[in-house]
């Protein structure tokens, strides 16, 4: 039996050696999820952003917590961009610290690193539906930072709830403007803080004077203290509220498009470069290039030119004898 | 005269124009950059980096004051790849609000988008080397944010200064982990901050446990006060010794060595997407993929399969008749 038919049975080694597969950019767990894909689309998607230092993994924790107590199966991606180096030993961290570790009805897996031939949002794109396939009835994927990655990461979620905290200066009411429209639901953590009114305040005004930008929707600003355990049900019931929205008014449809068109673009990148770049790596041309520039006898714009003369034809050359 | 030329000759409304062109993926500005690119490398490219809230653009203002006072150009590349949306606007804003905007010898351009057709990396290449061939003496690449956007645009720089900010919680802690082997100068800014010596300690024991992983070179951590003009001559100093450092040691042939493969990289990785995506998308294949996904009739890793094949060939396949 492959890892895809012991992953369907919900065969938890056989989904996380499948994501080692995937990290290791084995072909065969292509293969893997080809046979899983069809599975995959009945998971709810949960996305969690926002800046460092806002209280992000324990709200997961919280929500995890709320959805074990439905009976839900919840799976986690933890998604670390920030980190390329060290990142995985932190993240490691971070899952050894969540009290829902030792629970069979959660699944955890970081993800840390990006490197030149795979792109984050790809394998984050690649174990939500590993999770998805096997059962788990919510993914949460938490973000680590507010950059592009992480626009592009929580744009797979179904609702992306955007975790603020009080008082964290001017640089941070630009990013809030950054992500004000990547927001379904917002949380001001940390909300026993004296500034939590007024970021409350501030949010709701910028979310009103953007409102329409959402569709129908109109997101909501919460006020959250995740170590306590306090206006987590809240959050849950908001978050809960845009997904019906999500298929009452039929934007579910736009929305999965635009994931779909998003995942098969990533793989497709990937692949091309793959291909190309692994062949003028081994010929030695790639080398000769980089040489080229050093000196600037070569400059990159042209080679890329050549090479994409070679593997595609010269543009506007008509076929011969035509 | 075509706008390469005339970038040669120090005319800024033309470097403004085809940074816009570039922008927007006009083919006419690759011609441009090749024509610039042989009048590249001569400029001391730095990377600013750091949380938000740190106060990266002041410290920017007031380097860009030191070498002024120098009687050295500098060009400024102000990244924010966190703001998909309203981005622009914001460093619209901060660029008004830099004291140098009037001055002839500083040229202020921001970038704010990322496309899928596009990387923001690729783009600050390009503009990093305009500035260059320009006759920019010192290019600094001011990033928003500490995600792997951040890392990979401050690799582009000879210096990398981090800036790091008192007291911002744990949370920072992990990123300063993150970041650590990407710094060459560590800047702890704000540092009338009650906090700042016990940040200085900690970064300093940190990076104390790393050591070795930066080649020969150690990182300091200087304490700065952008707002009061404190601590900018010694942290440029340090900055100028790093500089020195490279070429003292010959790292510098390694470090333009990856800057150069990267670039080269960037550029083929987009290069290819856009010609197959292209072709794609013009004759409906594309929307013909992601309605099959929406069923999940078409799995996307066979549907590159598939392009791969007749782009490419099958793997393994010999030609017909062999």
């Not at 995985?88 to 570790?101: C, E, F, S």
């Not at 170590?227 to 999965?256: D, F, P, Q």
């Amino acid at each position: 039996m492959g890892l895809a038919e012991q992953i369907l049975q919900g065969d938890m080694r056989a989904a996380a050696r499948l994501m080692r597969d995937i990290d290791d950019g084995f072909k065969s767990a292509v293969e893997e999820l080809k046979t899983l894909y069809p599975h995959t689309g009945k998971a709810y998607i949960i996305g969690i952003t926002g800046p460092p230092g806002a209280g992000k993994s324990t709200l997961v924790d919280q929500i995890t917590a709320v959805y074990r107590g439905g009976g839900k199966k919840v799976g986690i991606v933890a998604v670390d961009p920030t980190s390329p180096f060290t990142g995985g030993a932190i993240l490691g961290d971070r899952i050894r610290m969540n009290r829902h570790a030792e629970d069979d009805g959660v699944f955890i897996r970081s993800l840390a690193t990006r490197g030149y031939l795979g792109g984050v949002s790809r394998s984050t794109g690649d174990v939500v539906n590993v999770m998805d396939a096997m059962g788990m009835d919510t993914v949460i994927i938490e973000t680590v930072g507010v950059g592009q990655d992480e626009v592009d990461i929580v744009r797979m979620a179904h609702t992306t709830v955007v975790v603020m905290v009080p008082g964290l200066g001017d640089d941070i009411q630009a990013i809030k403007a950054g992500i004000l429209e990547i927001g379904d639901v917002f949380a001001v953590n940390k909300a026993d803080r004296e500034d939590a009114d007024r970021t409350v305040r501030e949010l709701a005004v910028m979310l009103e004077m953007n409102s329409g930008k959402n569709g129908g929707w109109r997101p909501k600003v919460l006020k959250t203290e995740a170590s306590r355990n306090r206006g987590i049900e809240e959050l849950v019931a908001e978050m809960e509220e845009h997904r019906r929205y999500l298929y009452r008014s039929g934007a579910i449809k736009h929305l999965l498009e635009e994931k779909n068109a998003r995942l098969f673009m990533e793989i497709l990148k990937e692949r091309l470069f793959t291909e190309v770049f692994g062949h003028i790596h081994v010929n030695g041309r790639f080398r000769e290039i980089v040489e080229g520039m050093m000196t600037r006898q070569k400059d990159p714009y042209s080679a890329v030119d050549e090479i994409m003369a070679e593997r595609f034809g010269a543009p506007g050359n008509d076929p011969p004898f035509s």
